[in-house]
């Protein structure tokens, strides 16, 4: 007689490791590391089956402090190296961590295909506006005029918008949170991992170091419900410290109003992660490149999501019709290919 023994259920605990983490502290990786550690337990995936890779900077280090399989690659290949662990082994429950700089500049052409592929993974990209592991660069993200040691007059670039680069790769899940507010992140790490196919996660990150405070105004108490929009399906557009604030359409152009006065939460824009056209819009509403028109709140959460065959599904399905039409292929063969020379002594 045998008797079946249930295993004991994961807590955050066990997918810590005991190496030292070596952040500054303060560093907002260490929330976003908690966050990832407190997801992990309820996706229901063996921690046997879960890989996390990075490739290099400050958020690269992620897989050292996770109790799961993991490798620290090379700088901006870590969506390549990714996808072929994908596509060798697609029941893996695989997570690319990258960095601002990691993902948008050295390894933007590999973030661009990974996406466009729609391998079922999950990318979770810092940003934090600053090269940090090399010491206060400005990035691809920073804001222009800003001022770093490798631009002491301020810098003239144009910053990348990252959910407008994932949404030009036609990324199928496209998302933004912050490490100081744990539960929303939560949500949205969940989120990535129930879709089915490349979901994109911007997470603002600080860099107490060498950008403190640049998303200061989205994350403190008195500040962050009157400058940030969080987005619900099937809900409309509102905000304030009062929820007394919306957006509402003018044909194609956002507009901030208060309700009251005849403008109820009925006349707003209704969030449909399913809208290609109007996500757009949410994700380029905030830079606003006209001055004149004035403040918008900076959206979080699911901006876009649809679903679309995946590369390694694809690939599958493909090698399963060759061979079944073609039969196996022979290795050997196909090395010595179809041109011989006999050498005669």
Request: aromatic share 10%; net charge negative.
């Amino acid at each position: 007689m045998s008797t079946q023994t249930n295993a004991a259920a994961l807590t955050a605990k066990d997918f810590a490791t005991d190496q030292e983490v070596r952040w500054c502290p303060g560093c907002g990786d260490y929330s976003i590391l908690a966050q990832v550690q407190k997801v992990m337990p309820g996706i229901g995936v063996p921690k046997e089956n879960i890989v996390i890779i990075s490739g290099i900077g400050c958020s690269s280090r992620f897989p050292y402090y996770m109790n799961t399989y993991g490798m620290h690659s090379i700088h901006g290949r870590a969506t390549a190296i990714a996808s072929g662990l994908k596509a060798a082994r697609p029941e893996l429950s695989v997570w690319i961590v990258s960095g601002d700089g990691d993902s948008m500049s050295i390894g933007g052409n590999h973030t661009i295909h990974l996406l466009r592929r729609n391998f079922d993974v999950n990318m979770l990209v810092f940003n934090n506006q600053i090269y940090g592991l090399t010491k206060g660069q400005y990035s691809p993200t920073s804001e222009e005029h800003k001022i770093t040691k490798s631009t002491p007059f301020g810098s003239i670039d144009h910053p990348f918008n990252p959910l407008a680069l994932a949404m030009g790769a036609d990324a199928s899940f496209i998302a933004r949170s912050m490490d100081r507010d744990p539960k929303h992140l939560q949500t949205v790490l969940t989120r990535a991992h129930q879709h089915k196919g490349s979901s994109f996660v911007e997470i603002y990150q600080n860099c107490n170091i060498f950008n403190d405070g640049a998303f200061e105004i989205f994350t403190e108490k008195g500040t962050k419900q009157d400058t940030g929009l969080y987005l619900e399906q099937g809900q409309p557009l509102v905000f304030g410290a009062n929820k007394n604030k919306g957006i509402k359409l003018d044909g194609l152009n956002p507009v901030v109003v208060e309700l009251g006065n005849g403008i109820s939460a009925d006349d707003l824009w209704i969030h449909d992660e399913k809208d290609f056209y109007k996500a757009q819009i949410l994700i380029r509403m905030f830079d606003n490149l006209n001055k004149n028109e004035g403040f918008y709140p900076r959206p979080f959460g699911v901006f876009y999501q649809t679903e679309r065959a995946c590369y390694e599904d694809v690939m599958a399905m493909q090698i399963e019709e060759i061979i079944a039409t073609k039969g196996k292929g022979n290795l050997d063969k196909l090395l010595r290919g179809k041109e011989v020379w006999e050498i005669v002594a």
